[in-house]
C-alpha cells in the first residue's frame, strides 16, 4: 500500500494527471471519428465543399451534352409530358446526328394520353369507321419503342419511398458481378421503384436510376453509382450510359467488409465510398453544354453538339422543380449533375476518399496528440501559439495538396479538433491549478454560506474572519400557517414531510435567490433572509416586497398541484399558508461563531421587529406584514395597507406596521383605493377613542370588501372596540396595542 501511494505521487508529479486525462481524450476522439456522427461528418464534408468553392474542377473536354426542356420548348410546343411520336422524333435526330448514348432523366410510368386508341374512346360523335381507322393505328408508345430499338438509349428510373406494386421480373435488368463481398448490405435501399412502361423499357438498351439522394443539410455532394430499388440492384443513370456506351453486358463490383470500393465497367473503374457512392467533382455550371430541345426538333444545332457525345435529356425548367444544390452553385438542374458525373469519369477527375484516409487521419491526430501532450506543458505560451499555428497549416496544406494534385481527400478537420481539444484541455489543466486555492475555498464553506458570499470570499480570502459591519438591510422571516396539523398527517410517513418540506422549501427559497435575496437559516419550516449584504442592493426594500410576492404566488401554485394529487390519490388535502415579516433598519452582519466554526450573519433590533411581524402575519388576516420603513421605501410600487400602531414586546417604542396586499396595479385599483381610506377613517376614529365612528367605518368597509380580503383585521378592531367600550383605555393612551406575545 505504501509503494502504491509513492507511485501514484511520483506519476502525479512526474506526468500529471491532467496528461492522463489527455490520453484519454485522444482515445475517445479516436473512437468518436469511428461512430463518425453527424457533427463530425459535418465539419468534413464541409471542409470538403469548401475546397471545391476555391477550387473547382476546370473543364478541359465537354463529352457530354443536354436536351434542354426549357421554357422555350414548353411555349412552342406545349406542355410537358409532349406525344411520344415528338419524343420518338427528338431521339432518331439525335441518332442521325451522331449521338452514342442517349439517355432520359425523365421517366414515362404511364401510356401516352394522346395514343390514337384513346382518341378513338374518348372523342364524342365520332364516326365509326374513323374509330375503327384510330385504333388500327400503332400507338405513339410502340412508335418511341421502335426508336429506342434503332439507337442506343438509357431510359430513366426512379426509386420511390414506398411500394408502387409487385415488381415484374420479365423485364430487362442490367447484369452485375461481383468482386470480394456482396455489395448489397452497403448500398442505399429505396423500398419502391418506379418503372417505364414495359413496352418501353423492353426495347431500351438500358435503364439506370435518376434519383439523387441530397445529404443532410440538403446538398448534393455524393452520387450513388450503384443502388437497391424494391429488392432489385439497379445502377445509376449516368453509369448505365457508361456501361451501354461501353459495350458491357455488366457492371463489376468491388467491395470488402468495410463496404464498397468501386463499380467498373469495361474501360473504366470508378472509386466510391463504402455506400457505393462516388465525390462528385463539380465544376462550374456550364451552359455551353446545354442545347434547347426546340433546336434539335427543328434542325437548328451544329453537328459537333451531338456527334460522338453522350446526350441526356432533362429540364433546366422551373417549373417542372427538377433543381439541386451542390458545393459550388446553389442552383443546378439535376440533369446537369448527371452530366458533371459523366464528365468527372471520362476526364478520370473523379474525386475519392480511399480507405487509407482514415488511417492517415488518425495518425497524424495521434502524433500530434502525444507530441501536445509531452512538451506543451513546458512551453511559453508564445512559442506554444507558433508551434501550434505551423502544426495547423501543415495539416490543412497536407489535406490542400492531395485534393489538388491526386484528387483525394483526407480530412484535416479531425486531427485538427483532437490536437486543439488536447491543448485546449491542458491550458484548462492550468487554469485550474492557479485556481486551486479558490476551489477550495468554495468547498470548504459551500454548505454553510450564500453563493454571493462563496465567490466573493474565493476573490477576497481576507474576509474569512470573525467580527462584521454596520449595515441598512431588509430582513424577512417566513413561516408556515398550520404546520403542526400538516405534520400528524404524516406522523406514519416521516419520509413524505421530509419530501413535503422540501418541496415548498425550494420555490420559496428560489423566489428569495432570484431578487437576490441571501439565504442566512433555515429553521423547521421556516426561513430567514436578508437584502444588502454581502452585496450592495440599492433597492433592497423593494426586492423584499418582491420575493414575498413571489412567494405567496409559488406556494399557490404548489397547493394546486398538491389539490390536484390529493383528488386523483383520494387522501386529505391541506393546503400550505405561509405568513411572511419584513423589516428594514441598520444591523450587523458578519461572519459570527467560534474560532473552529462560524457563519455569515445578522443581528440587531431591526432583526427581531421582522420576526414578530412574521408572527402576527396570522392575527391581522395579511400574509405580508411590513415595518414602517420598508413601507415608506416602498410606498409607490406596492398596494400599502397601514394596519396598526403596536408596541412589540421587549421594546420601548411602538411601530407602525403595514400589510403588502398587491403591486402597483392592484394599488390603483379603485376597490383598493376605497378599502384603503375606509381603513385609515377606521384607524383614525379608532386612535381618537370616536369607538362609534370606527364601528360605522367597519360597518361600510364590510359591505365594501366582497373579496373578505379585510375580514380578520375588521374583526380584531371590533373585538378591541368592544372592549375599550366596557373598559377605556387611560388618558393618555396614544393609541399603541401592546403585543402579549413574541
Known sequence: MKRLRVLRRWFKRRFGIARLVCLAILVGLAALRVADPFAVEELRVRTFDGFQVIEPRVKTARPVTIIDIDEKSLAKLGQWPWPRTRVAELI????????????????????????????????????????????????????????????RVVLGQSGFPYVLGELDKSLPVTGLAMRGEEPQ????DFPGLLRNIPVLEQAAAGRGLFTIKNERDGIVRRVPMIMLAQGATMPSLSFEMLRVASGSGTILTKADKAGMQSVAVSGFEVPTDRNGQVWVHFARRDPSIYVSALDVLEGRVPPEKIAQKLVLIGTSAVGLLDTKTTPVDPVMPGVEIHAQVLESVLTRTVLSQPNWAIATEFF??????????????????????????????????????????????????????????????????????????????????????????????AQSPEKLQLGGEEREMTIMFSDVRGFTTISESYKHDPQGLTALMNRFLTPLTNAI???????????????????????????????????????????????????????DGGHVYIPINVGVGLNTGVCVVGNMGSNLRFDYSVLGDSVNLASRLEGQSKEYGFPIIIGSKTAMAVKDKFAILELDFIMVKGKKEPEVIYAIAGREDTAQSERFQRLRNLTIEMLGCYRNRDWDGALAAIERGRKSDDGHALEYLYDLYEARIRLYQENPPPENWNGAFALLTK
Open 364 to 457: 497524424f491526430a495521434l502524433i500530434l496528440g502525444l507530441l501536445v501532450i509531452a512538451f506543451a506543458p513546458n512551453f511559453g505560451p508564445v512559442t506554444l501559439v507558433a508551434v501550434g499555428a505551423l502544426f495547423a497549416s501543415a495539416l490543412i496544406g497536407t489535406s490542400w495538396y492531395f485534393y489538388t494534385q491526386h484528387r483525394l481527400l483526407i480530412d484535416f478537420t479531425y486531427p485538427l479538433a483532437s490536437t486543439m481539444s488536447i491543448y485546449l484541455t491542458l491550458v484548462f489543466s492550468s487554469f485550474v491549478r492557479e485556481q486551486k486555492q479558490r476551489r477550495q475555498i468554495r468547498s470548504a464553506f459551500g454548505q454553510y454560506l450564500s453563493p454571493a458570499l462563496i465567490e466573493q470570499l
Open 92 to 151: 432518331d435526330r439525335l441518332a442521325a446526328q451522331g449521338a452514342i448514348v442517349v439517355a432520359f432523366d425523365i421517366v414515362f410510368a404511364e401510356p401516352d394520353r394522346l395514343n390514337p386508341a384513346v382518341a378513338a374512346d374518348t372523342i364524342p360523335n365520332l364516326d365509326e369507321d374513323v374509330r375503327a381507322k384510330l385504333r388500327a393505328l400503332p400507338s405513339n408508345d410502340r412508335i418511341l419503342a421502335d426508336s429506342l430499338k434503332r439507337s
Open 513 to 567: 435567490l432570484d431578487r437576490k435575496g441571501t439565504i442566512d437559516k433555515y429553521m423547521g419550516d421556516a426561513i430567514m433572509a436578508f437584502w444588502n449584504a454581502p452585496l450592495d442592493d440599492k433597492q433592497h426594500e423593494i426586492n423584499a416586497c418582491e420575493a414575498a410576492l413571489d412567494m405567496l404566488e409559488r406556494i399557490d401554485e404548489l397547493n394546486q398541484e398538491r389539490e390536484i394529487e390529493a383528488q
Open 185 to 188: 448490405p452497403f448500398l442505399y
